[in-house]
């Protein structure tokens, strides 16, 4: 089995510099996931240009992880609502591939990977390179790259770095960019861009 060394230092290093001034409160997006998630899974507001591109349809994905070969294909959200069973397979195909053990995404960026996904027209699923990164994986590269921040978008379960197949990064960055659905960073050498769903920025 092949494992991917990719590492996105830029979009580690634009969380950090948005997270910097949240030093009191170090993981203020993690926090509030958690208590929404408490709350119940469909108390999250979704970006508004999600609704404008879906309307009540039901809500579909499909994602591949390039290191375990897993995959999600079909519909996580319908009625209204996320199903549980799908946020949990789709956690589990995103989880850190060193870890034996998922842990819950925050659902909205599901919605993202869907809503490009719909817009660009592609039936091909995501390949994943990065989702959720454990604190140790990350401290572990932090230790290899200088560049590697401690905080990262990726370690609240609101980050994937992926690529779509046919399409280039360049292109789908800007299909992203323009819906302003979070953050979008583009790695033209890869092929991958990072999305998240914290605030709408890009670089
Ligand atoms: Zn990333």
């Known amino acids: 089995m092949v494992l991917f060394a990719h590492s996105c230092p830029a979009c580690d290093a634009a969380d950090a510099e948005l997270q910097a001034g949240?030093?009191?409160?170090?993981?203020?997006?993690?926090?509030?996931?958690?208590?929404?998630?408490?709350?119940?899974?469909g108390v999250l507001a979704a970006p508004p240009a999600v609704a404008q591109v879906w309307g009540g349809r039901a809500r579909a994905?499909?994602?591949?992880?390039?290191?375990?070969?897993?995959?999600?294909s079909g519909v996580y959200w319908r009625d209204g609502r996320y199903d549980r069973t799908a946020l949990d397979r789709l956690n589990w195909v995103m989880r850190d591939p060193g870890m034996a053990e998922a842990t819950p995404m925050d659902p909205r960026l599901f919605d993202i990977l869907a809503t490009v996904q719909d817009r660009v027209g592609s039936d091909e699923p995501w390949l994943v390179t990065s989702g959720?990164?454990?604190?140790?994986?990350?401290?572990?590269?932090?230790?290899?790259?200088?560049?590697?921040?401690?905080v990262s978008f990726h370690m609240s379960g609101m980050a994937a770095d992926v690529q779509l197949p046919g399409r280039s990064s360049v292109g789908l960055a800007?299909?992203?960019?323009?819906?302003?659905?979070?953050?979008?960073?583009?790695?033209?050498?890869?092929?991958?861009i990072h999305l998240?769903?914290?605030?709408?920025r890009r670089w």
Request: glycine share 14%; with cysteine.
């Open 174 to 192: 800007r299909s992203a960019a323009e819906m302003q659905l979070g953050g979008v960073g583009v790695y033209r050498n890869s092929g991958f």
């Open 132 to 150: 959720y990164r454990a604190p140790e994986t990350n401290a572990s590269r932090a230790r290899e790259s200088r560049r590697v921040s401690r």
């Open 22 to 41: 949240c030093e009191a409160n170090p993981s203020p997006g993690r926090r509030g996931f958690l208590a929404a998630v408490v709350a119940g899974v």
């Open 196 to 200: 998240d769903c914290g605030p709408t």
């Open 61 to 72: 994905l499909g994602i591949r992880r390039l290191q375990t070969g897993e995959n999600f």
